[in-house]
């Protein structure tokens, strides 16, 4: 059995922002510390960017766009490096794995088997995009000859969530490379460590200076002077929608750049009483809203059930959500590690709280004494218009309602300002297609929760935000569509 803490003990921390090729202090001095949550030590003391600094990245990357040192080089070129980047991805696995363990709290039974590899697979995938992506010929008349083709937009910024450190990252900058666009990147400020060791790998990888560089700090300091940026052409983010709107501000105040979001969700698991395996149904239940400790953006935070079946499901949620083993995040053995801080730790226990006054507890949830960023899990029946039934908690609580006809459980299901991401479960192939149809959410998963690959589109509807990570689909968020049209008459 790998000894991760030994790995862990081994693990060299890199504090400086990355910008044209190097790593930097921040221009004022200042920093932030990094802190383990599971914990509560220091790891590291953090360049906490600031306008200059991003200033300084934006004009590295403009002057790499500008010169074509990347955009401009031969598509198999461009394809090679990136191939070279999965590779180093995979090499540094472990060191990757325990980065994001540490920095987050997420377990290291995940960021080993599926945020470390994952990411390198998706690398892989866009750079084997680059050499099979075609331009068009529009229909014309005689003598005239209409060419459509595909444009980097310019110098890219990729504002990236704590629950997924590097594969998020990974999400927003391999297709805007394989684009051939140039990017800052700022990760949360709770977790930059893996983004940081990532940038060194890309210059290993033969990236040129300057497109890729990584802008640690505060979202309101960092995060505000790249969204304000009259010199970024796009910005991709993903996180909570009220910070996603301030990007859409940012936007209209500066250079009316593209803004890509993808943000929140309350996403619904529909469960009818023909779904026969409710031992099945309870495993992705369990599996859809406590999976990083329900830091997910698409987590399966509400379930709503036919009330036949309420009783026995709710029974078997419980019955597995209370063997849930919280603790050490570098032990396998833990199926639950701390939120990404106490902070956070606190807003979801204020909402478990709540969920006392406004529901009935089928498992109580709560602290862990001693150790302010762990939740236990919790689950209420709560009615339609509760706050947890509503709000975004990010956290391991879930929000139970019964319905008891098709139509009703659609309308509560539909009753939200986001829209995500859904489950349903039934044995009927009629009604499973005939209600996957009616919800509004941008993935629907069928007998299962959370369906993803890299083949497919991620992204919502309404205050989920809009334009889609993942598939061929992402390109169109980093290209522009060129027409030359030449008359040869």
């Given at each position: ?29 200042r920093?932030?510390?990094?802190v ?29 766009f ?18 070279r ?25 995940d ?28 229909p ?40 051939g666009?140039?990017v ?25 200076d ?25 910005v ?20 009316m ?11 619904a ?13 309870a ?6 809203i406590?999976t ?45 590690g ?30 862990v ?5 762990f939740v ?8 339609p ?7 975004e ?46 919800l ?50």
């Amino acid at each position: 059995m790998t000894d991760w803490h030994a790995i862990a003990g081994t693990v060299e921390f890199r504090s400086d922002a990355f910008i044209d090729g190097k790593p930097v202090p921040a221009a004022d001095g200042r920093r932030l510390p990094t802190v383990d949550p599971a914990t509560g030590a220091v790891l590291a003391e953090i360049a906490a960017c600031g306008d200059e600094d991003v200033d300084r990245a934006v004009a590295s990357a403009r002057r790499a766009f500008e010169d074509h040192r990347w955009a401009g080089t031969a598509p198999g070129r461009r394809k090679s490096v990136l191939l070279r980047l999965a590779e180093l991805i995979r090499a540094n696995a472990a060191e990757l794995a325990v980065l994001d363990s540490l920095d987050a709290g997420k377990l290291i039974g995940d960021t080993s088997t599926i945020d470390v590899p994952g990411s390198a697979a998706i690398l892989q995938w866009y750079a084997e995009t680059i050499d099979k992506t075609y331009g068009e010929i529009a229909p014309t008349a005689r003598g005239d000859l209409a060419l459509v083709s595909r444009e980097p937009l310019g110098v890219v910024a990729a504002v990236v969530p704590w629950n997924y450190p590097l594969e998020m990252a990974i999400w927003k900058i391999a297709p805007a490379l394989a684009a051939g666009n140039s990017v800052v990147l700022k990760p949360a400020e709770e977790s930059p460590l893996s983004v940081l060791r990532l940038a060194e790998l890309a210059v290993e990888a033969g990236l040129p200076d300057g497109v890729l560089n990584v802008v640690p700090g505060e979202g309101p300091i960092a995060g505000r002077a790249l969204g304000r940026h009259p010199d970024v052409d796009a910005v991709t983010f993903t996180g909570s929608t009220p910070v996603g709107k301030l990007f859409l501000q940012y936007a209209g105040q500066s250079n009316m750049k593209q803004v890509w979001l993808e943000c929140g969700g309350k996403s619904a698991n529909v469960v009818f009483a023909d779904a026969a395996d409710l031992d099945a149904v309870a495993d992705g239940v369990c599996f859809g809203i406590f999976t990083n400790a329900g830091q997910v953006c698409s987590a399966n935070s509400r379930l709503l059930v036919e009330r036949a079946v309420l009783p026995d499901l709710l029974a078997l949620v419980a019955e597995k959500a209370g063997r849930i083993r919280l603790g050490d995040p570098l032990d396998p053995r833990t199926t639950m590690g701390p939120l990404v801080s106490a902070a956070q730790a606190a807003r979801v226990l204020s909402y478990i709280e709540l969920g006392h006054v406004e529901g009935r507890a089928i498992l109580a949830g709560g602290p862990v004494e001693g150790r302010p960023a762990f939740v236990r899990p919790a689950i209420f029946e709560v009615g339609p218009d509760s706050r947890l039934s509503r709000e975004e908690i990010f956290g391991p609580v879930l929000a139970v309602q019964a319905f008891d006809t098709e139509d009703e459980a659609v309308a509560l299901a539909n009753d939200s300002i986001y829209g995500l991401a859904a489950s349903v479960w039934s044995d009927s192939l009629r009604r499973a297609h005939r209600v996957a149809g009616r919800l509004r959410a941008g993935t629907v998963s069928v007998n299962t929760v959370d369906a993803l690959d890299v083949t497919v589109p991620f992204g919502g509807f309404g205050q989920s935000g809009f334009g889609r990570d993942l598939s061929a689909h992402a390109l169109d968020k980093f290209t522009a569509l060129k027409t030359t049209w030449v008359n040869y008459r």
